[in-house]
C-alpha cells in the first residue's frame, strides 16, 4: 500500500513539484493551499506524513501541528516543515511543538526525498513495506508472508494486520478501543471483544514455535508486543 503524504503550502509551485517528486516515487499525494484545507483532508485514511509550510493562509503551521497533537487518531502523525525561516530559534520552535524534522527552503527534491524516508522509518514504521524480523519471527508486507524460522505461518488477513501493528509498535500496551481504532478504523463497529477473539486466533498460529509468547495480557490494560518474555 503506497505512503499517503498531505502536503500543505499556499505556494502553487512549489506544492505542484514536491506532487510531481512524490508521486514519481510512489507516494500517494493529497495536498492543501491553506488551513482551512489541510483540517478538511486530515481524516481516514489518515496521511502517514505532513509536509507542512511554516505560515499558512487562515492560520500557521505551528498552530496546525497544535491541533493535531491534541486528537488521539492524529497525534502521532509524524510532520516535516518546509519553511524559509531559517534562524535556529524557529526550528527549535517548530520541534518542541511537535514537528518530526524542519527543512529550510530552498531545498532540493533528493533531500527532501531522503528526509522524509528516514522521518518515516524513525516516526512510523508501519507505513513502509519493510520487512520486519523479531527473534525469528518476520512478516513481510508486500508479499503478504509470515514466517518463523524460515517456516512459513498461515493466519487471517486480520491477524496478519494485527500482527504487522504489533511488531511496528513494540513495547507499548494498547487497551481494545485502541487496537480496534488501528486495526479495524473507527468508522467501523466493532464489539471490543472481537480484539480478543483475534488475539487468541494470532497466538494460536503463533504457538507451534512458541513466538505467541510474544503477544502479552497486561491484565486491566490491554495487549503489548514485546520480547520480554
Known amino acids: 500500500m503506497a505512503i499517503r503524504v498531505l502536503i500543505v503550502e499556499d505556494e502553487a509551485p512549489i506544492r505542484d513539484m514536491l506532487t510531481l517528486v512524490l508521486e514519481q516515487q510512489g507516494y500517494q499525494v493529497t495536498a492543501a493551499e491553506d488551513y482551512d484545507a489541510a483540517l478538511r483532508l486530515i481524516c481516514e485514511p489518515y496521511p502517514d506524513l ?51 524534522d524542519y527543512i529550510t527552503k530552498p531545498f532540493s527534491p533528493k533531500e527532501m526525498l531522503a528526509r522524509l524516508k528516514a522521518v518515516i522509518r524513525r516516526v512510523s514504521p508501519a507505513a513502509l513495506e519493510d520487512a520486519i524480523e523479531v527473534r525469528g519471527l518476520k ?56 480484539v480478543d477473539v483475534h488475539i487468541r486466533r494470532l497466538r494460536k498460529a503463533l504457538e507451534p514455535t512458541e513466538h505467541d509468547k510474544l503477544v502479552q495480557t497486561v491484565r486491566g490494560a490491554g495487549y503489548r508486543f514485546s520480547t520480554k518474555v
Do not use: C
Not at 507542512?52 to 510532520?79: A, C, F, Y
Not at 494485527?162 to 485502541?178: A, D, I, K, P, W
Open 139 to 194: 512478516l513481510d508486507p508486500v508479499s503478504h508472508r509470515v514466517s518463523a524460522d524460515e517456516s512459513p505461518i498461515d493466519m487471517g488477513p486480520t491477524e496478519f494486520k494485527m500482527l504487522h501493528f504489533f511488531m511496528t509498535h513494540q513495547e507499548r500496551v494498547y487497551n481494545r478501543e485502541q487496537l480496534l481504532n488501528y486495526i479495524w478504523g473507527t468508522n467501523v463497529y466493532v464489539e471490543d471483544r472481537t
Open 50 to 100: 505532513i509536509l507542512l509550510d511554516w505560515m499558512l493562509p487562515g492560520g500557521s503551521g505551528i498552530n496546525l501541528i497544535k491541533h493535531l497533537k491534541r486528537q488521539e487518531m492524529t497525534r502521532s502523525i509524524p510532520v516535516v516543515m518546509l519553511t524559509a525561516r531559517g534562524e535556529e530559534e524557529d526550528k527549535v520552535k517548530g520541534l518542541e511543538v511537535g514537528a518530526d
